[in-house]
């Protein structure tokens, strides 16, 4: 973060958003997946919504799966911890894809030597619902399909 601050500057918001997080509980996850810190910046209560949908998910799931093979719950127990497993991987990132990411930094440079495909990578929104800001990250409704 700091060198996006030496290059092309940070927003006063995104900067004292950064700087709210650096007492968060999570502080470690924050700082070590750079993906977590950006959609906290941008929301605070990220951490809060990916909690509450692989408890929501987990919970129902359980009841369905205990419902569903009755005695042979426990005989079927790895199944049952698998699809939970796979539960919770896609619970976090359908609620990453759509949660709004902190634009830091101006325009992405993309230097000569990258390939067409990371060209193109760099000019698609990291996330679904991500706002265009003007003159930093704008997207077409072409970038967005």
Request: net charge neutral; glycine share 8%; charged share 20%.
């Given at each position: 973060?700091?060198?996006t601050?030496?290059?092309a500057g940070?927003?006063?918001?995104?900067?004292?958003?950064?700087?709210?997080?650096?007492s968060?509980?999570?502080h470690g996850?924050?700082?070590?997946?750079?993906?977590?810190r950006?959609?906290?910046i941008?929301?605070?209560?990220?951490l809060?919504?990916?909690?509450a949908?692989?408890?929501?998910?987990?919970?129902?799931?359980?009841?369905a799966?205990v419902?569903?093979?009755?005695e042979?719950?426990?005989?079927e127990f790895?199944?049952?911890?698998?699809?939970?497993?796979?539960?919770?991987?896609?619970?976090?990132?359908?609620v990453?894809?759509?949660?709004p990411?902190?634009?830091?930094?101006?325009?992405?440079?993309v230097?000569?030597?990258?390939?067409?495909m990371?060209?193109?990578l760099s000019g698609i929104p990291?996330?679904?619902?991500?706002?265009s800001?003007k003159?930093v990250?704008?997207?077409?409704?072409?970038s967005?399909?």
């Open positions: 973060m700091l060198e601050a030496k290059t940070i927003r006063s918001t995104a900067l004292t958003a950064y700087v709210s997080l650096q968060h509980a999570a996850l924050i700082q070590r997946f750079s993906w977590i950006n959609r906290m941008a929301d605070d209560k990220f809060f919504k990916v909690l949908e692989v408890v929501i998910d987990s919970g129902c799931g359980t009841v799966e419902r569903k093979r009755g042979d719950f426990w005989a790895e199944f049952y911890l698998s699809d939970l497993l796979v539960g919770i991987v896609l619970d976090v990132v359908l990453s894809l759509m949660a990411v902190a634009v830091l930094g101006g325009r992405a440079a230097a000569a030597g990258q390939s067409g990371q060209r193109w990291s996330a679904a619902l991500e706002a800001v003159g990250k704008e997207y077409s409704v072409g967005r399909v």
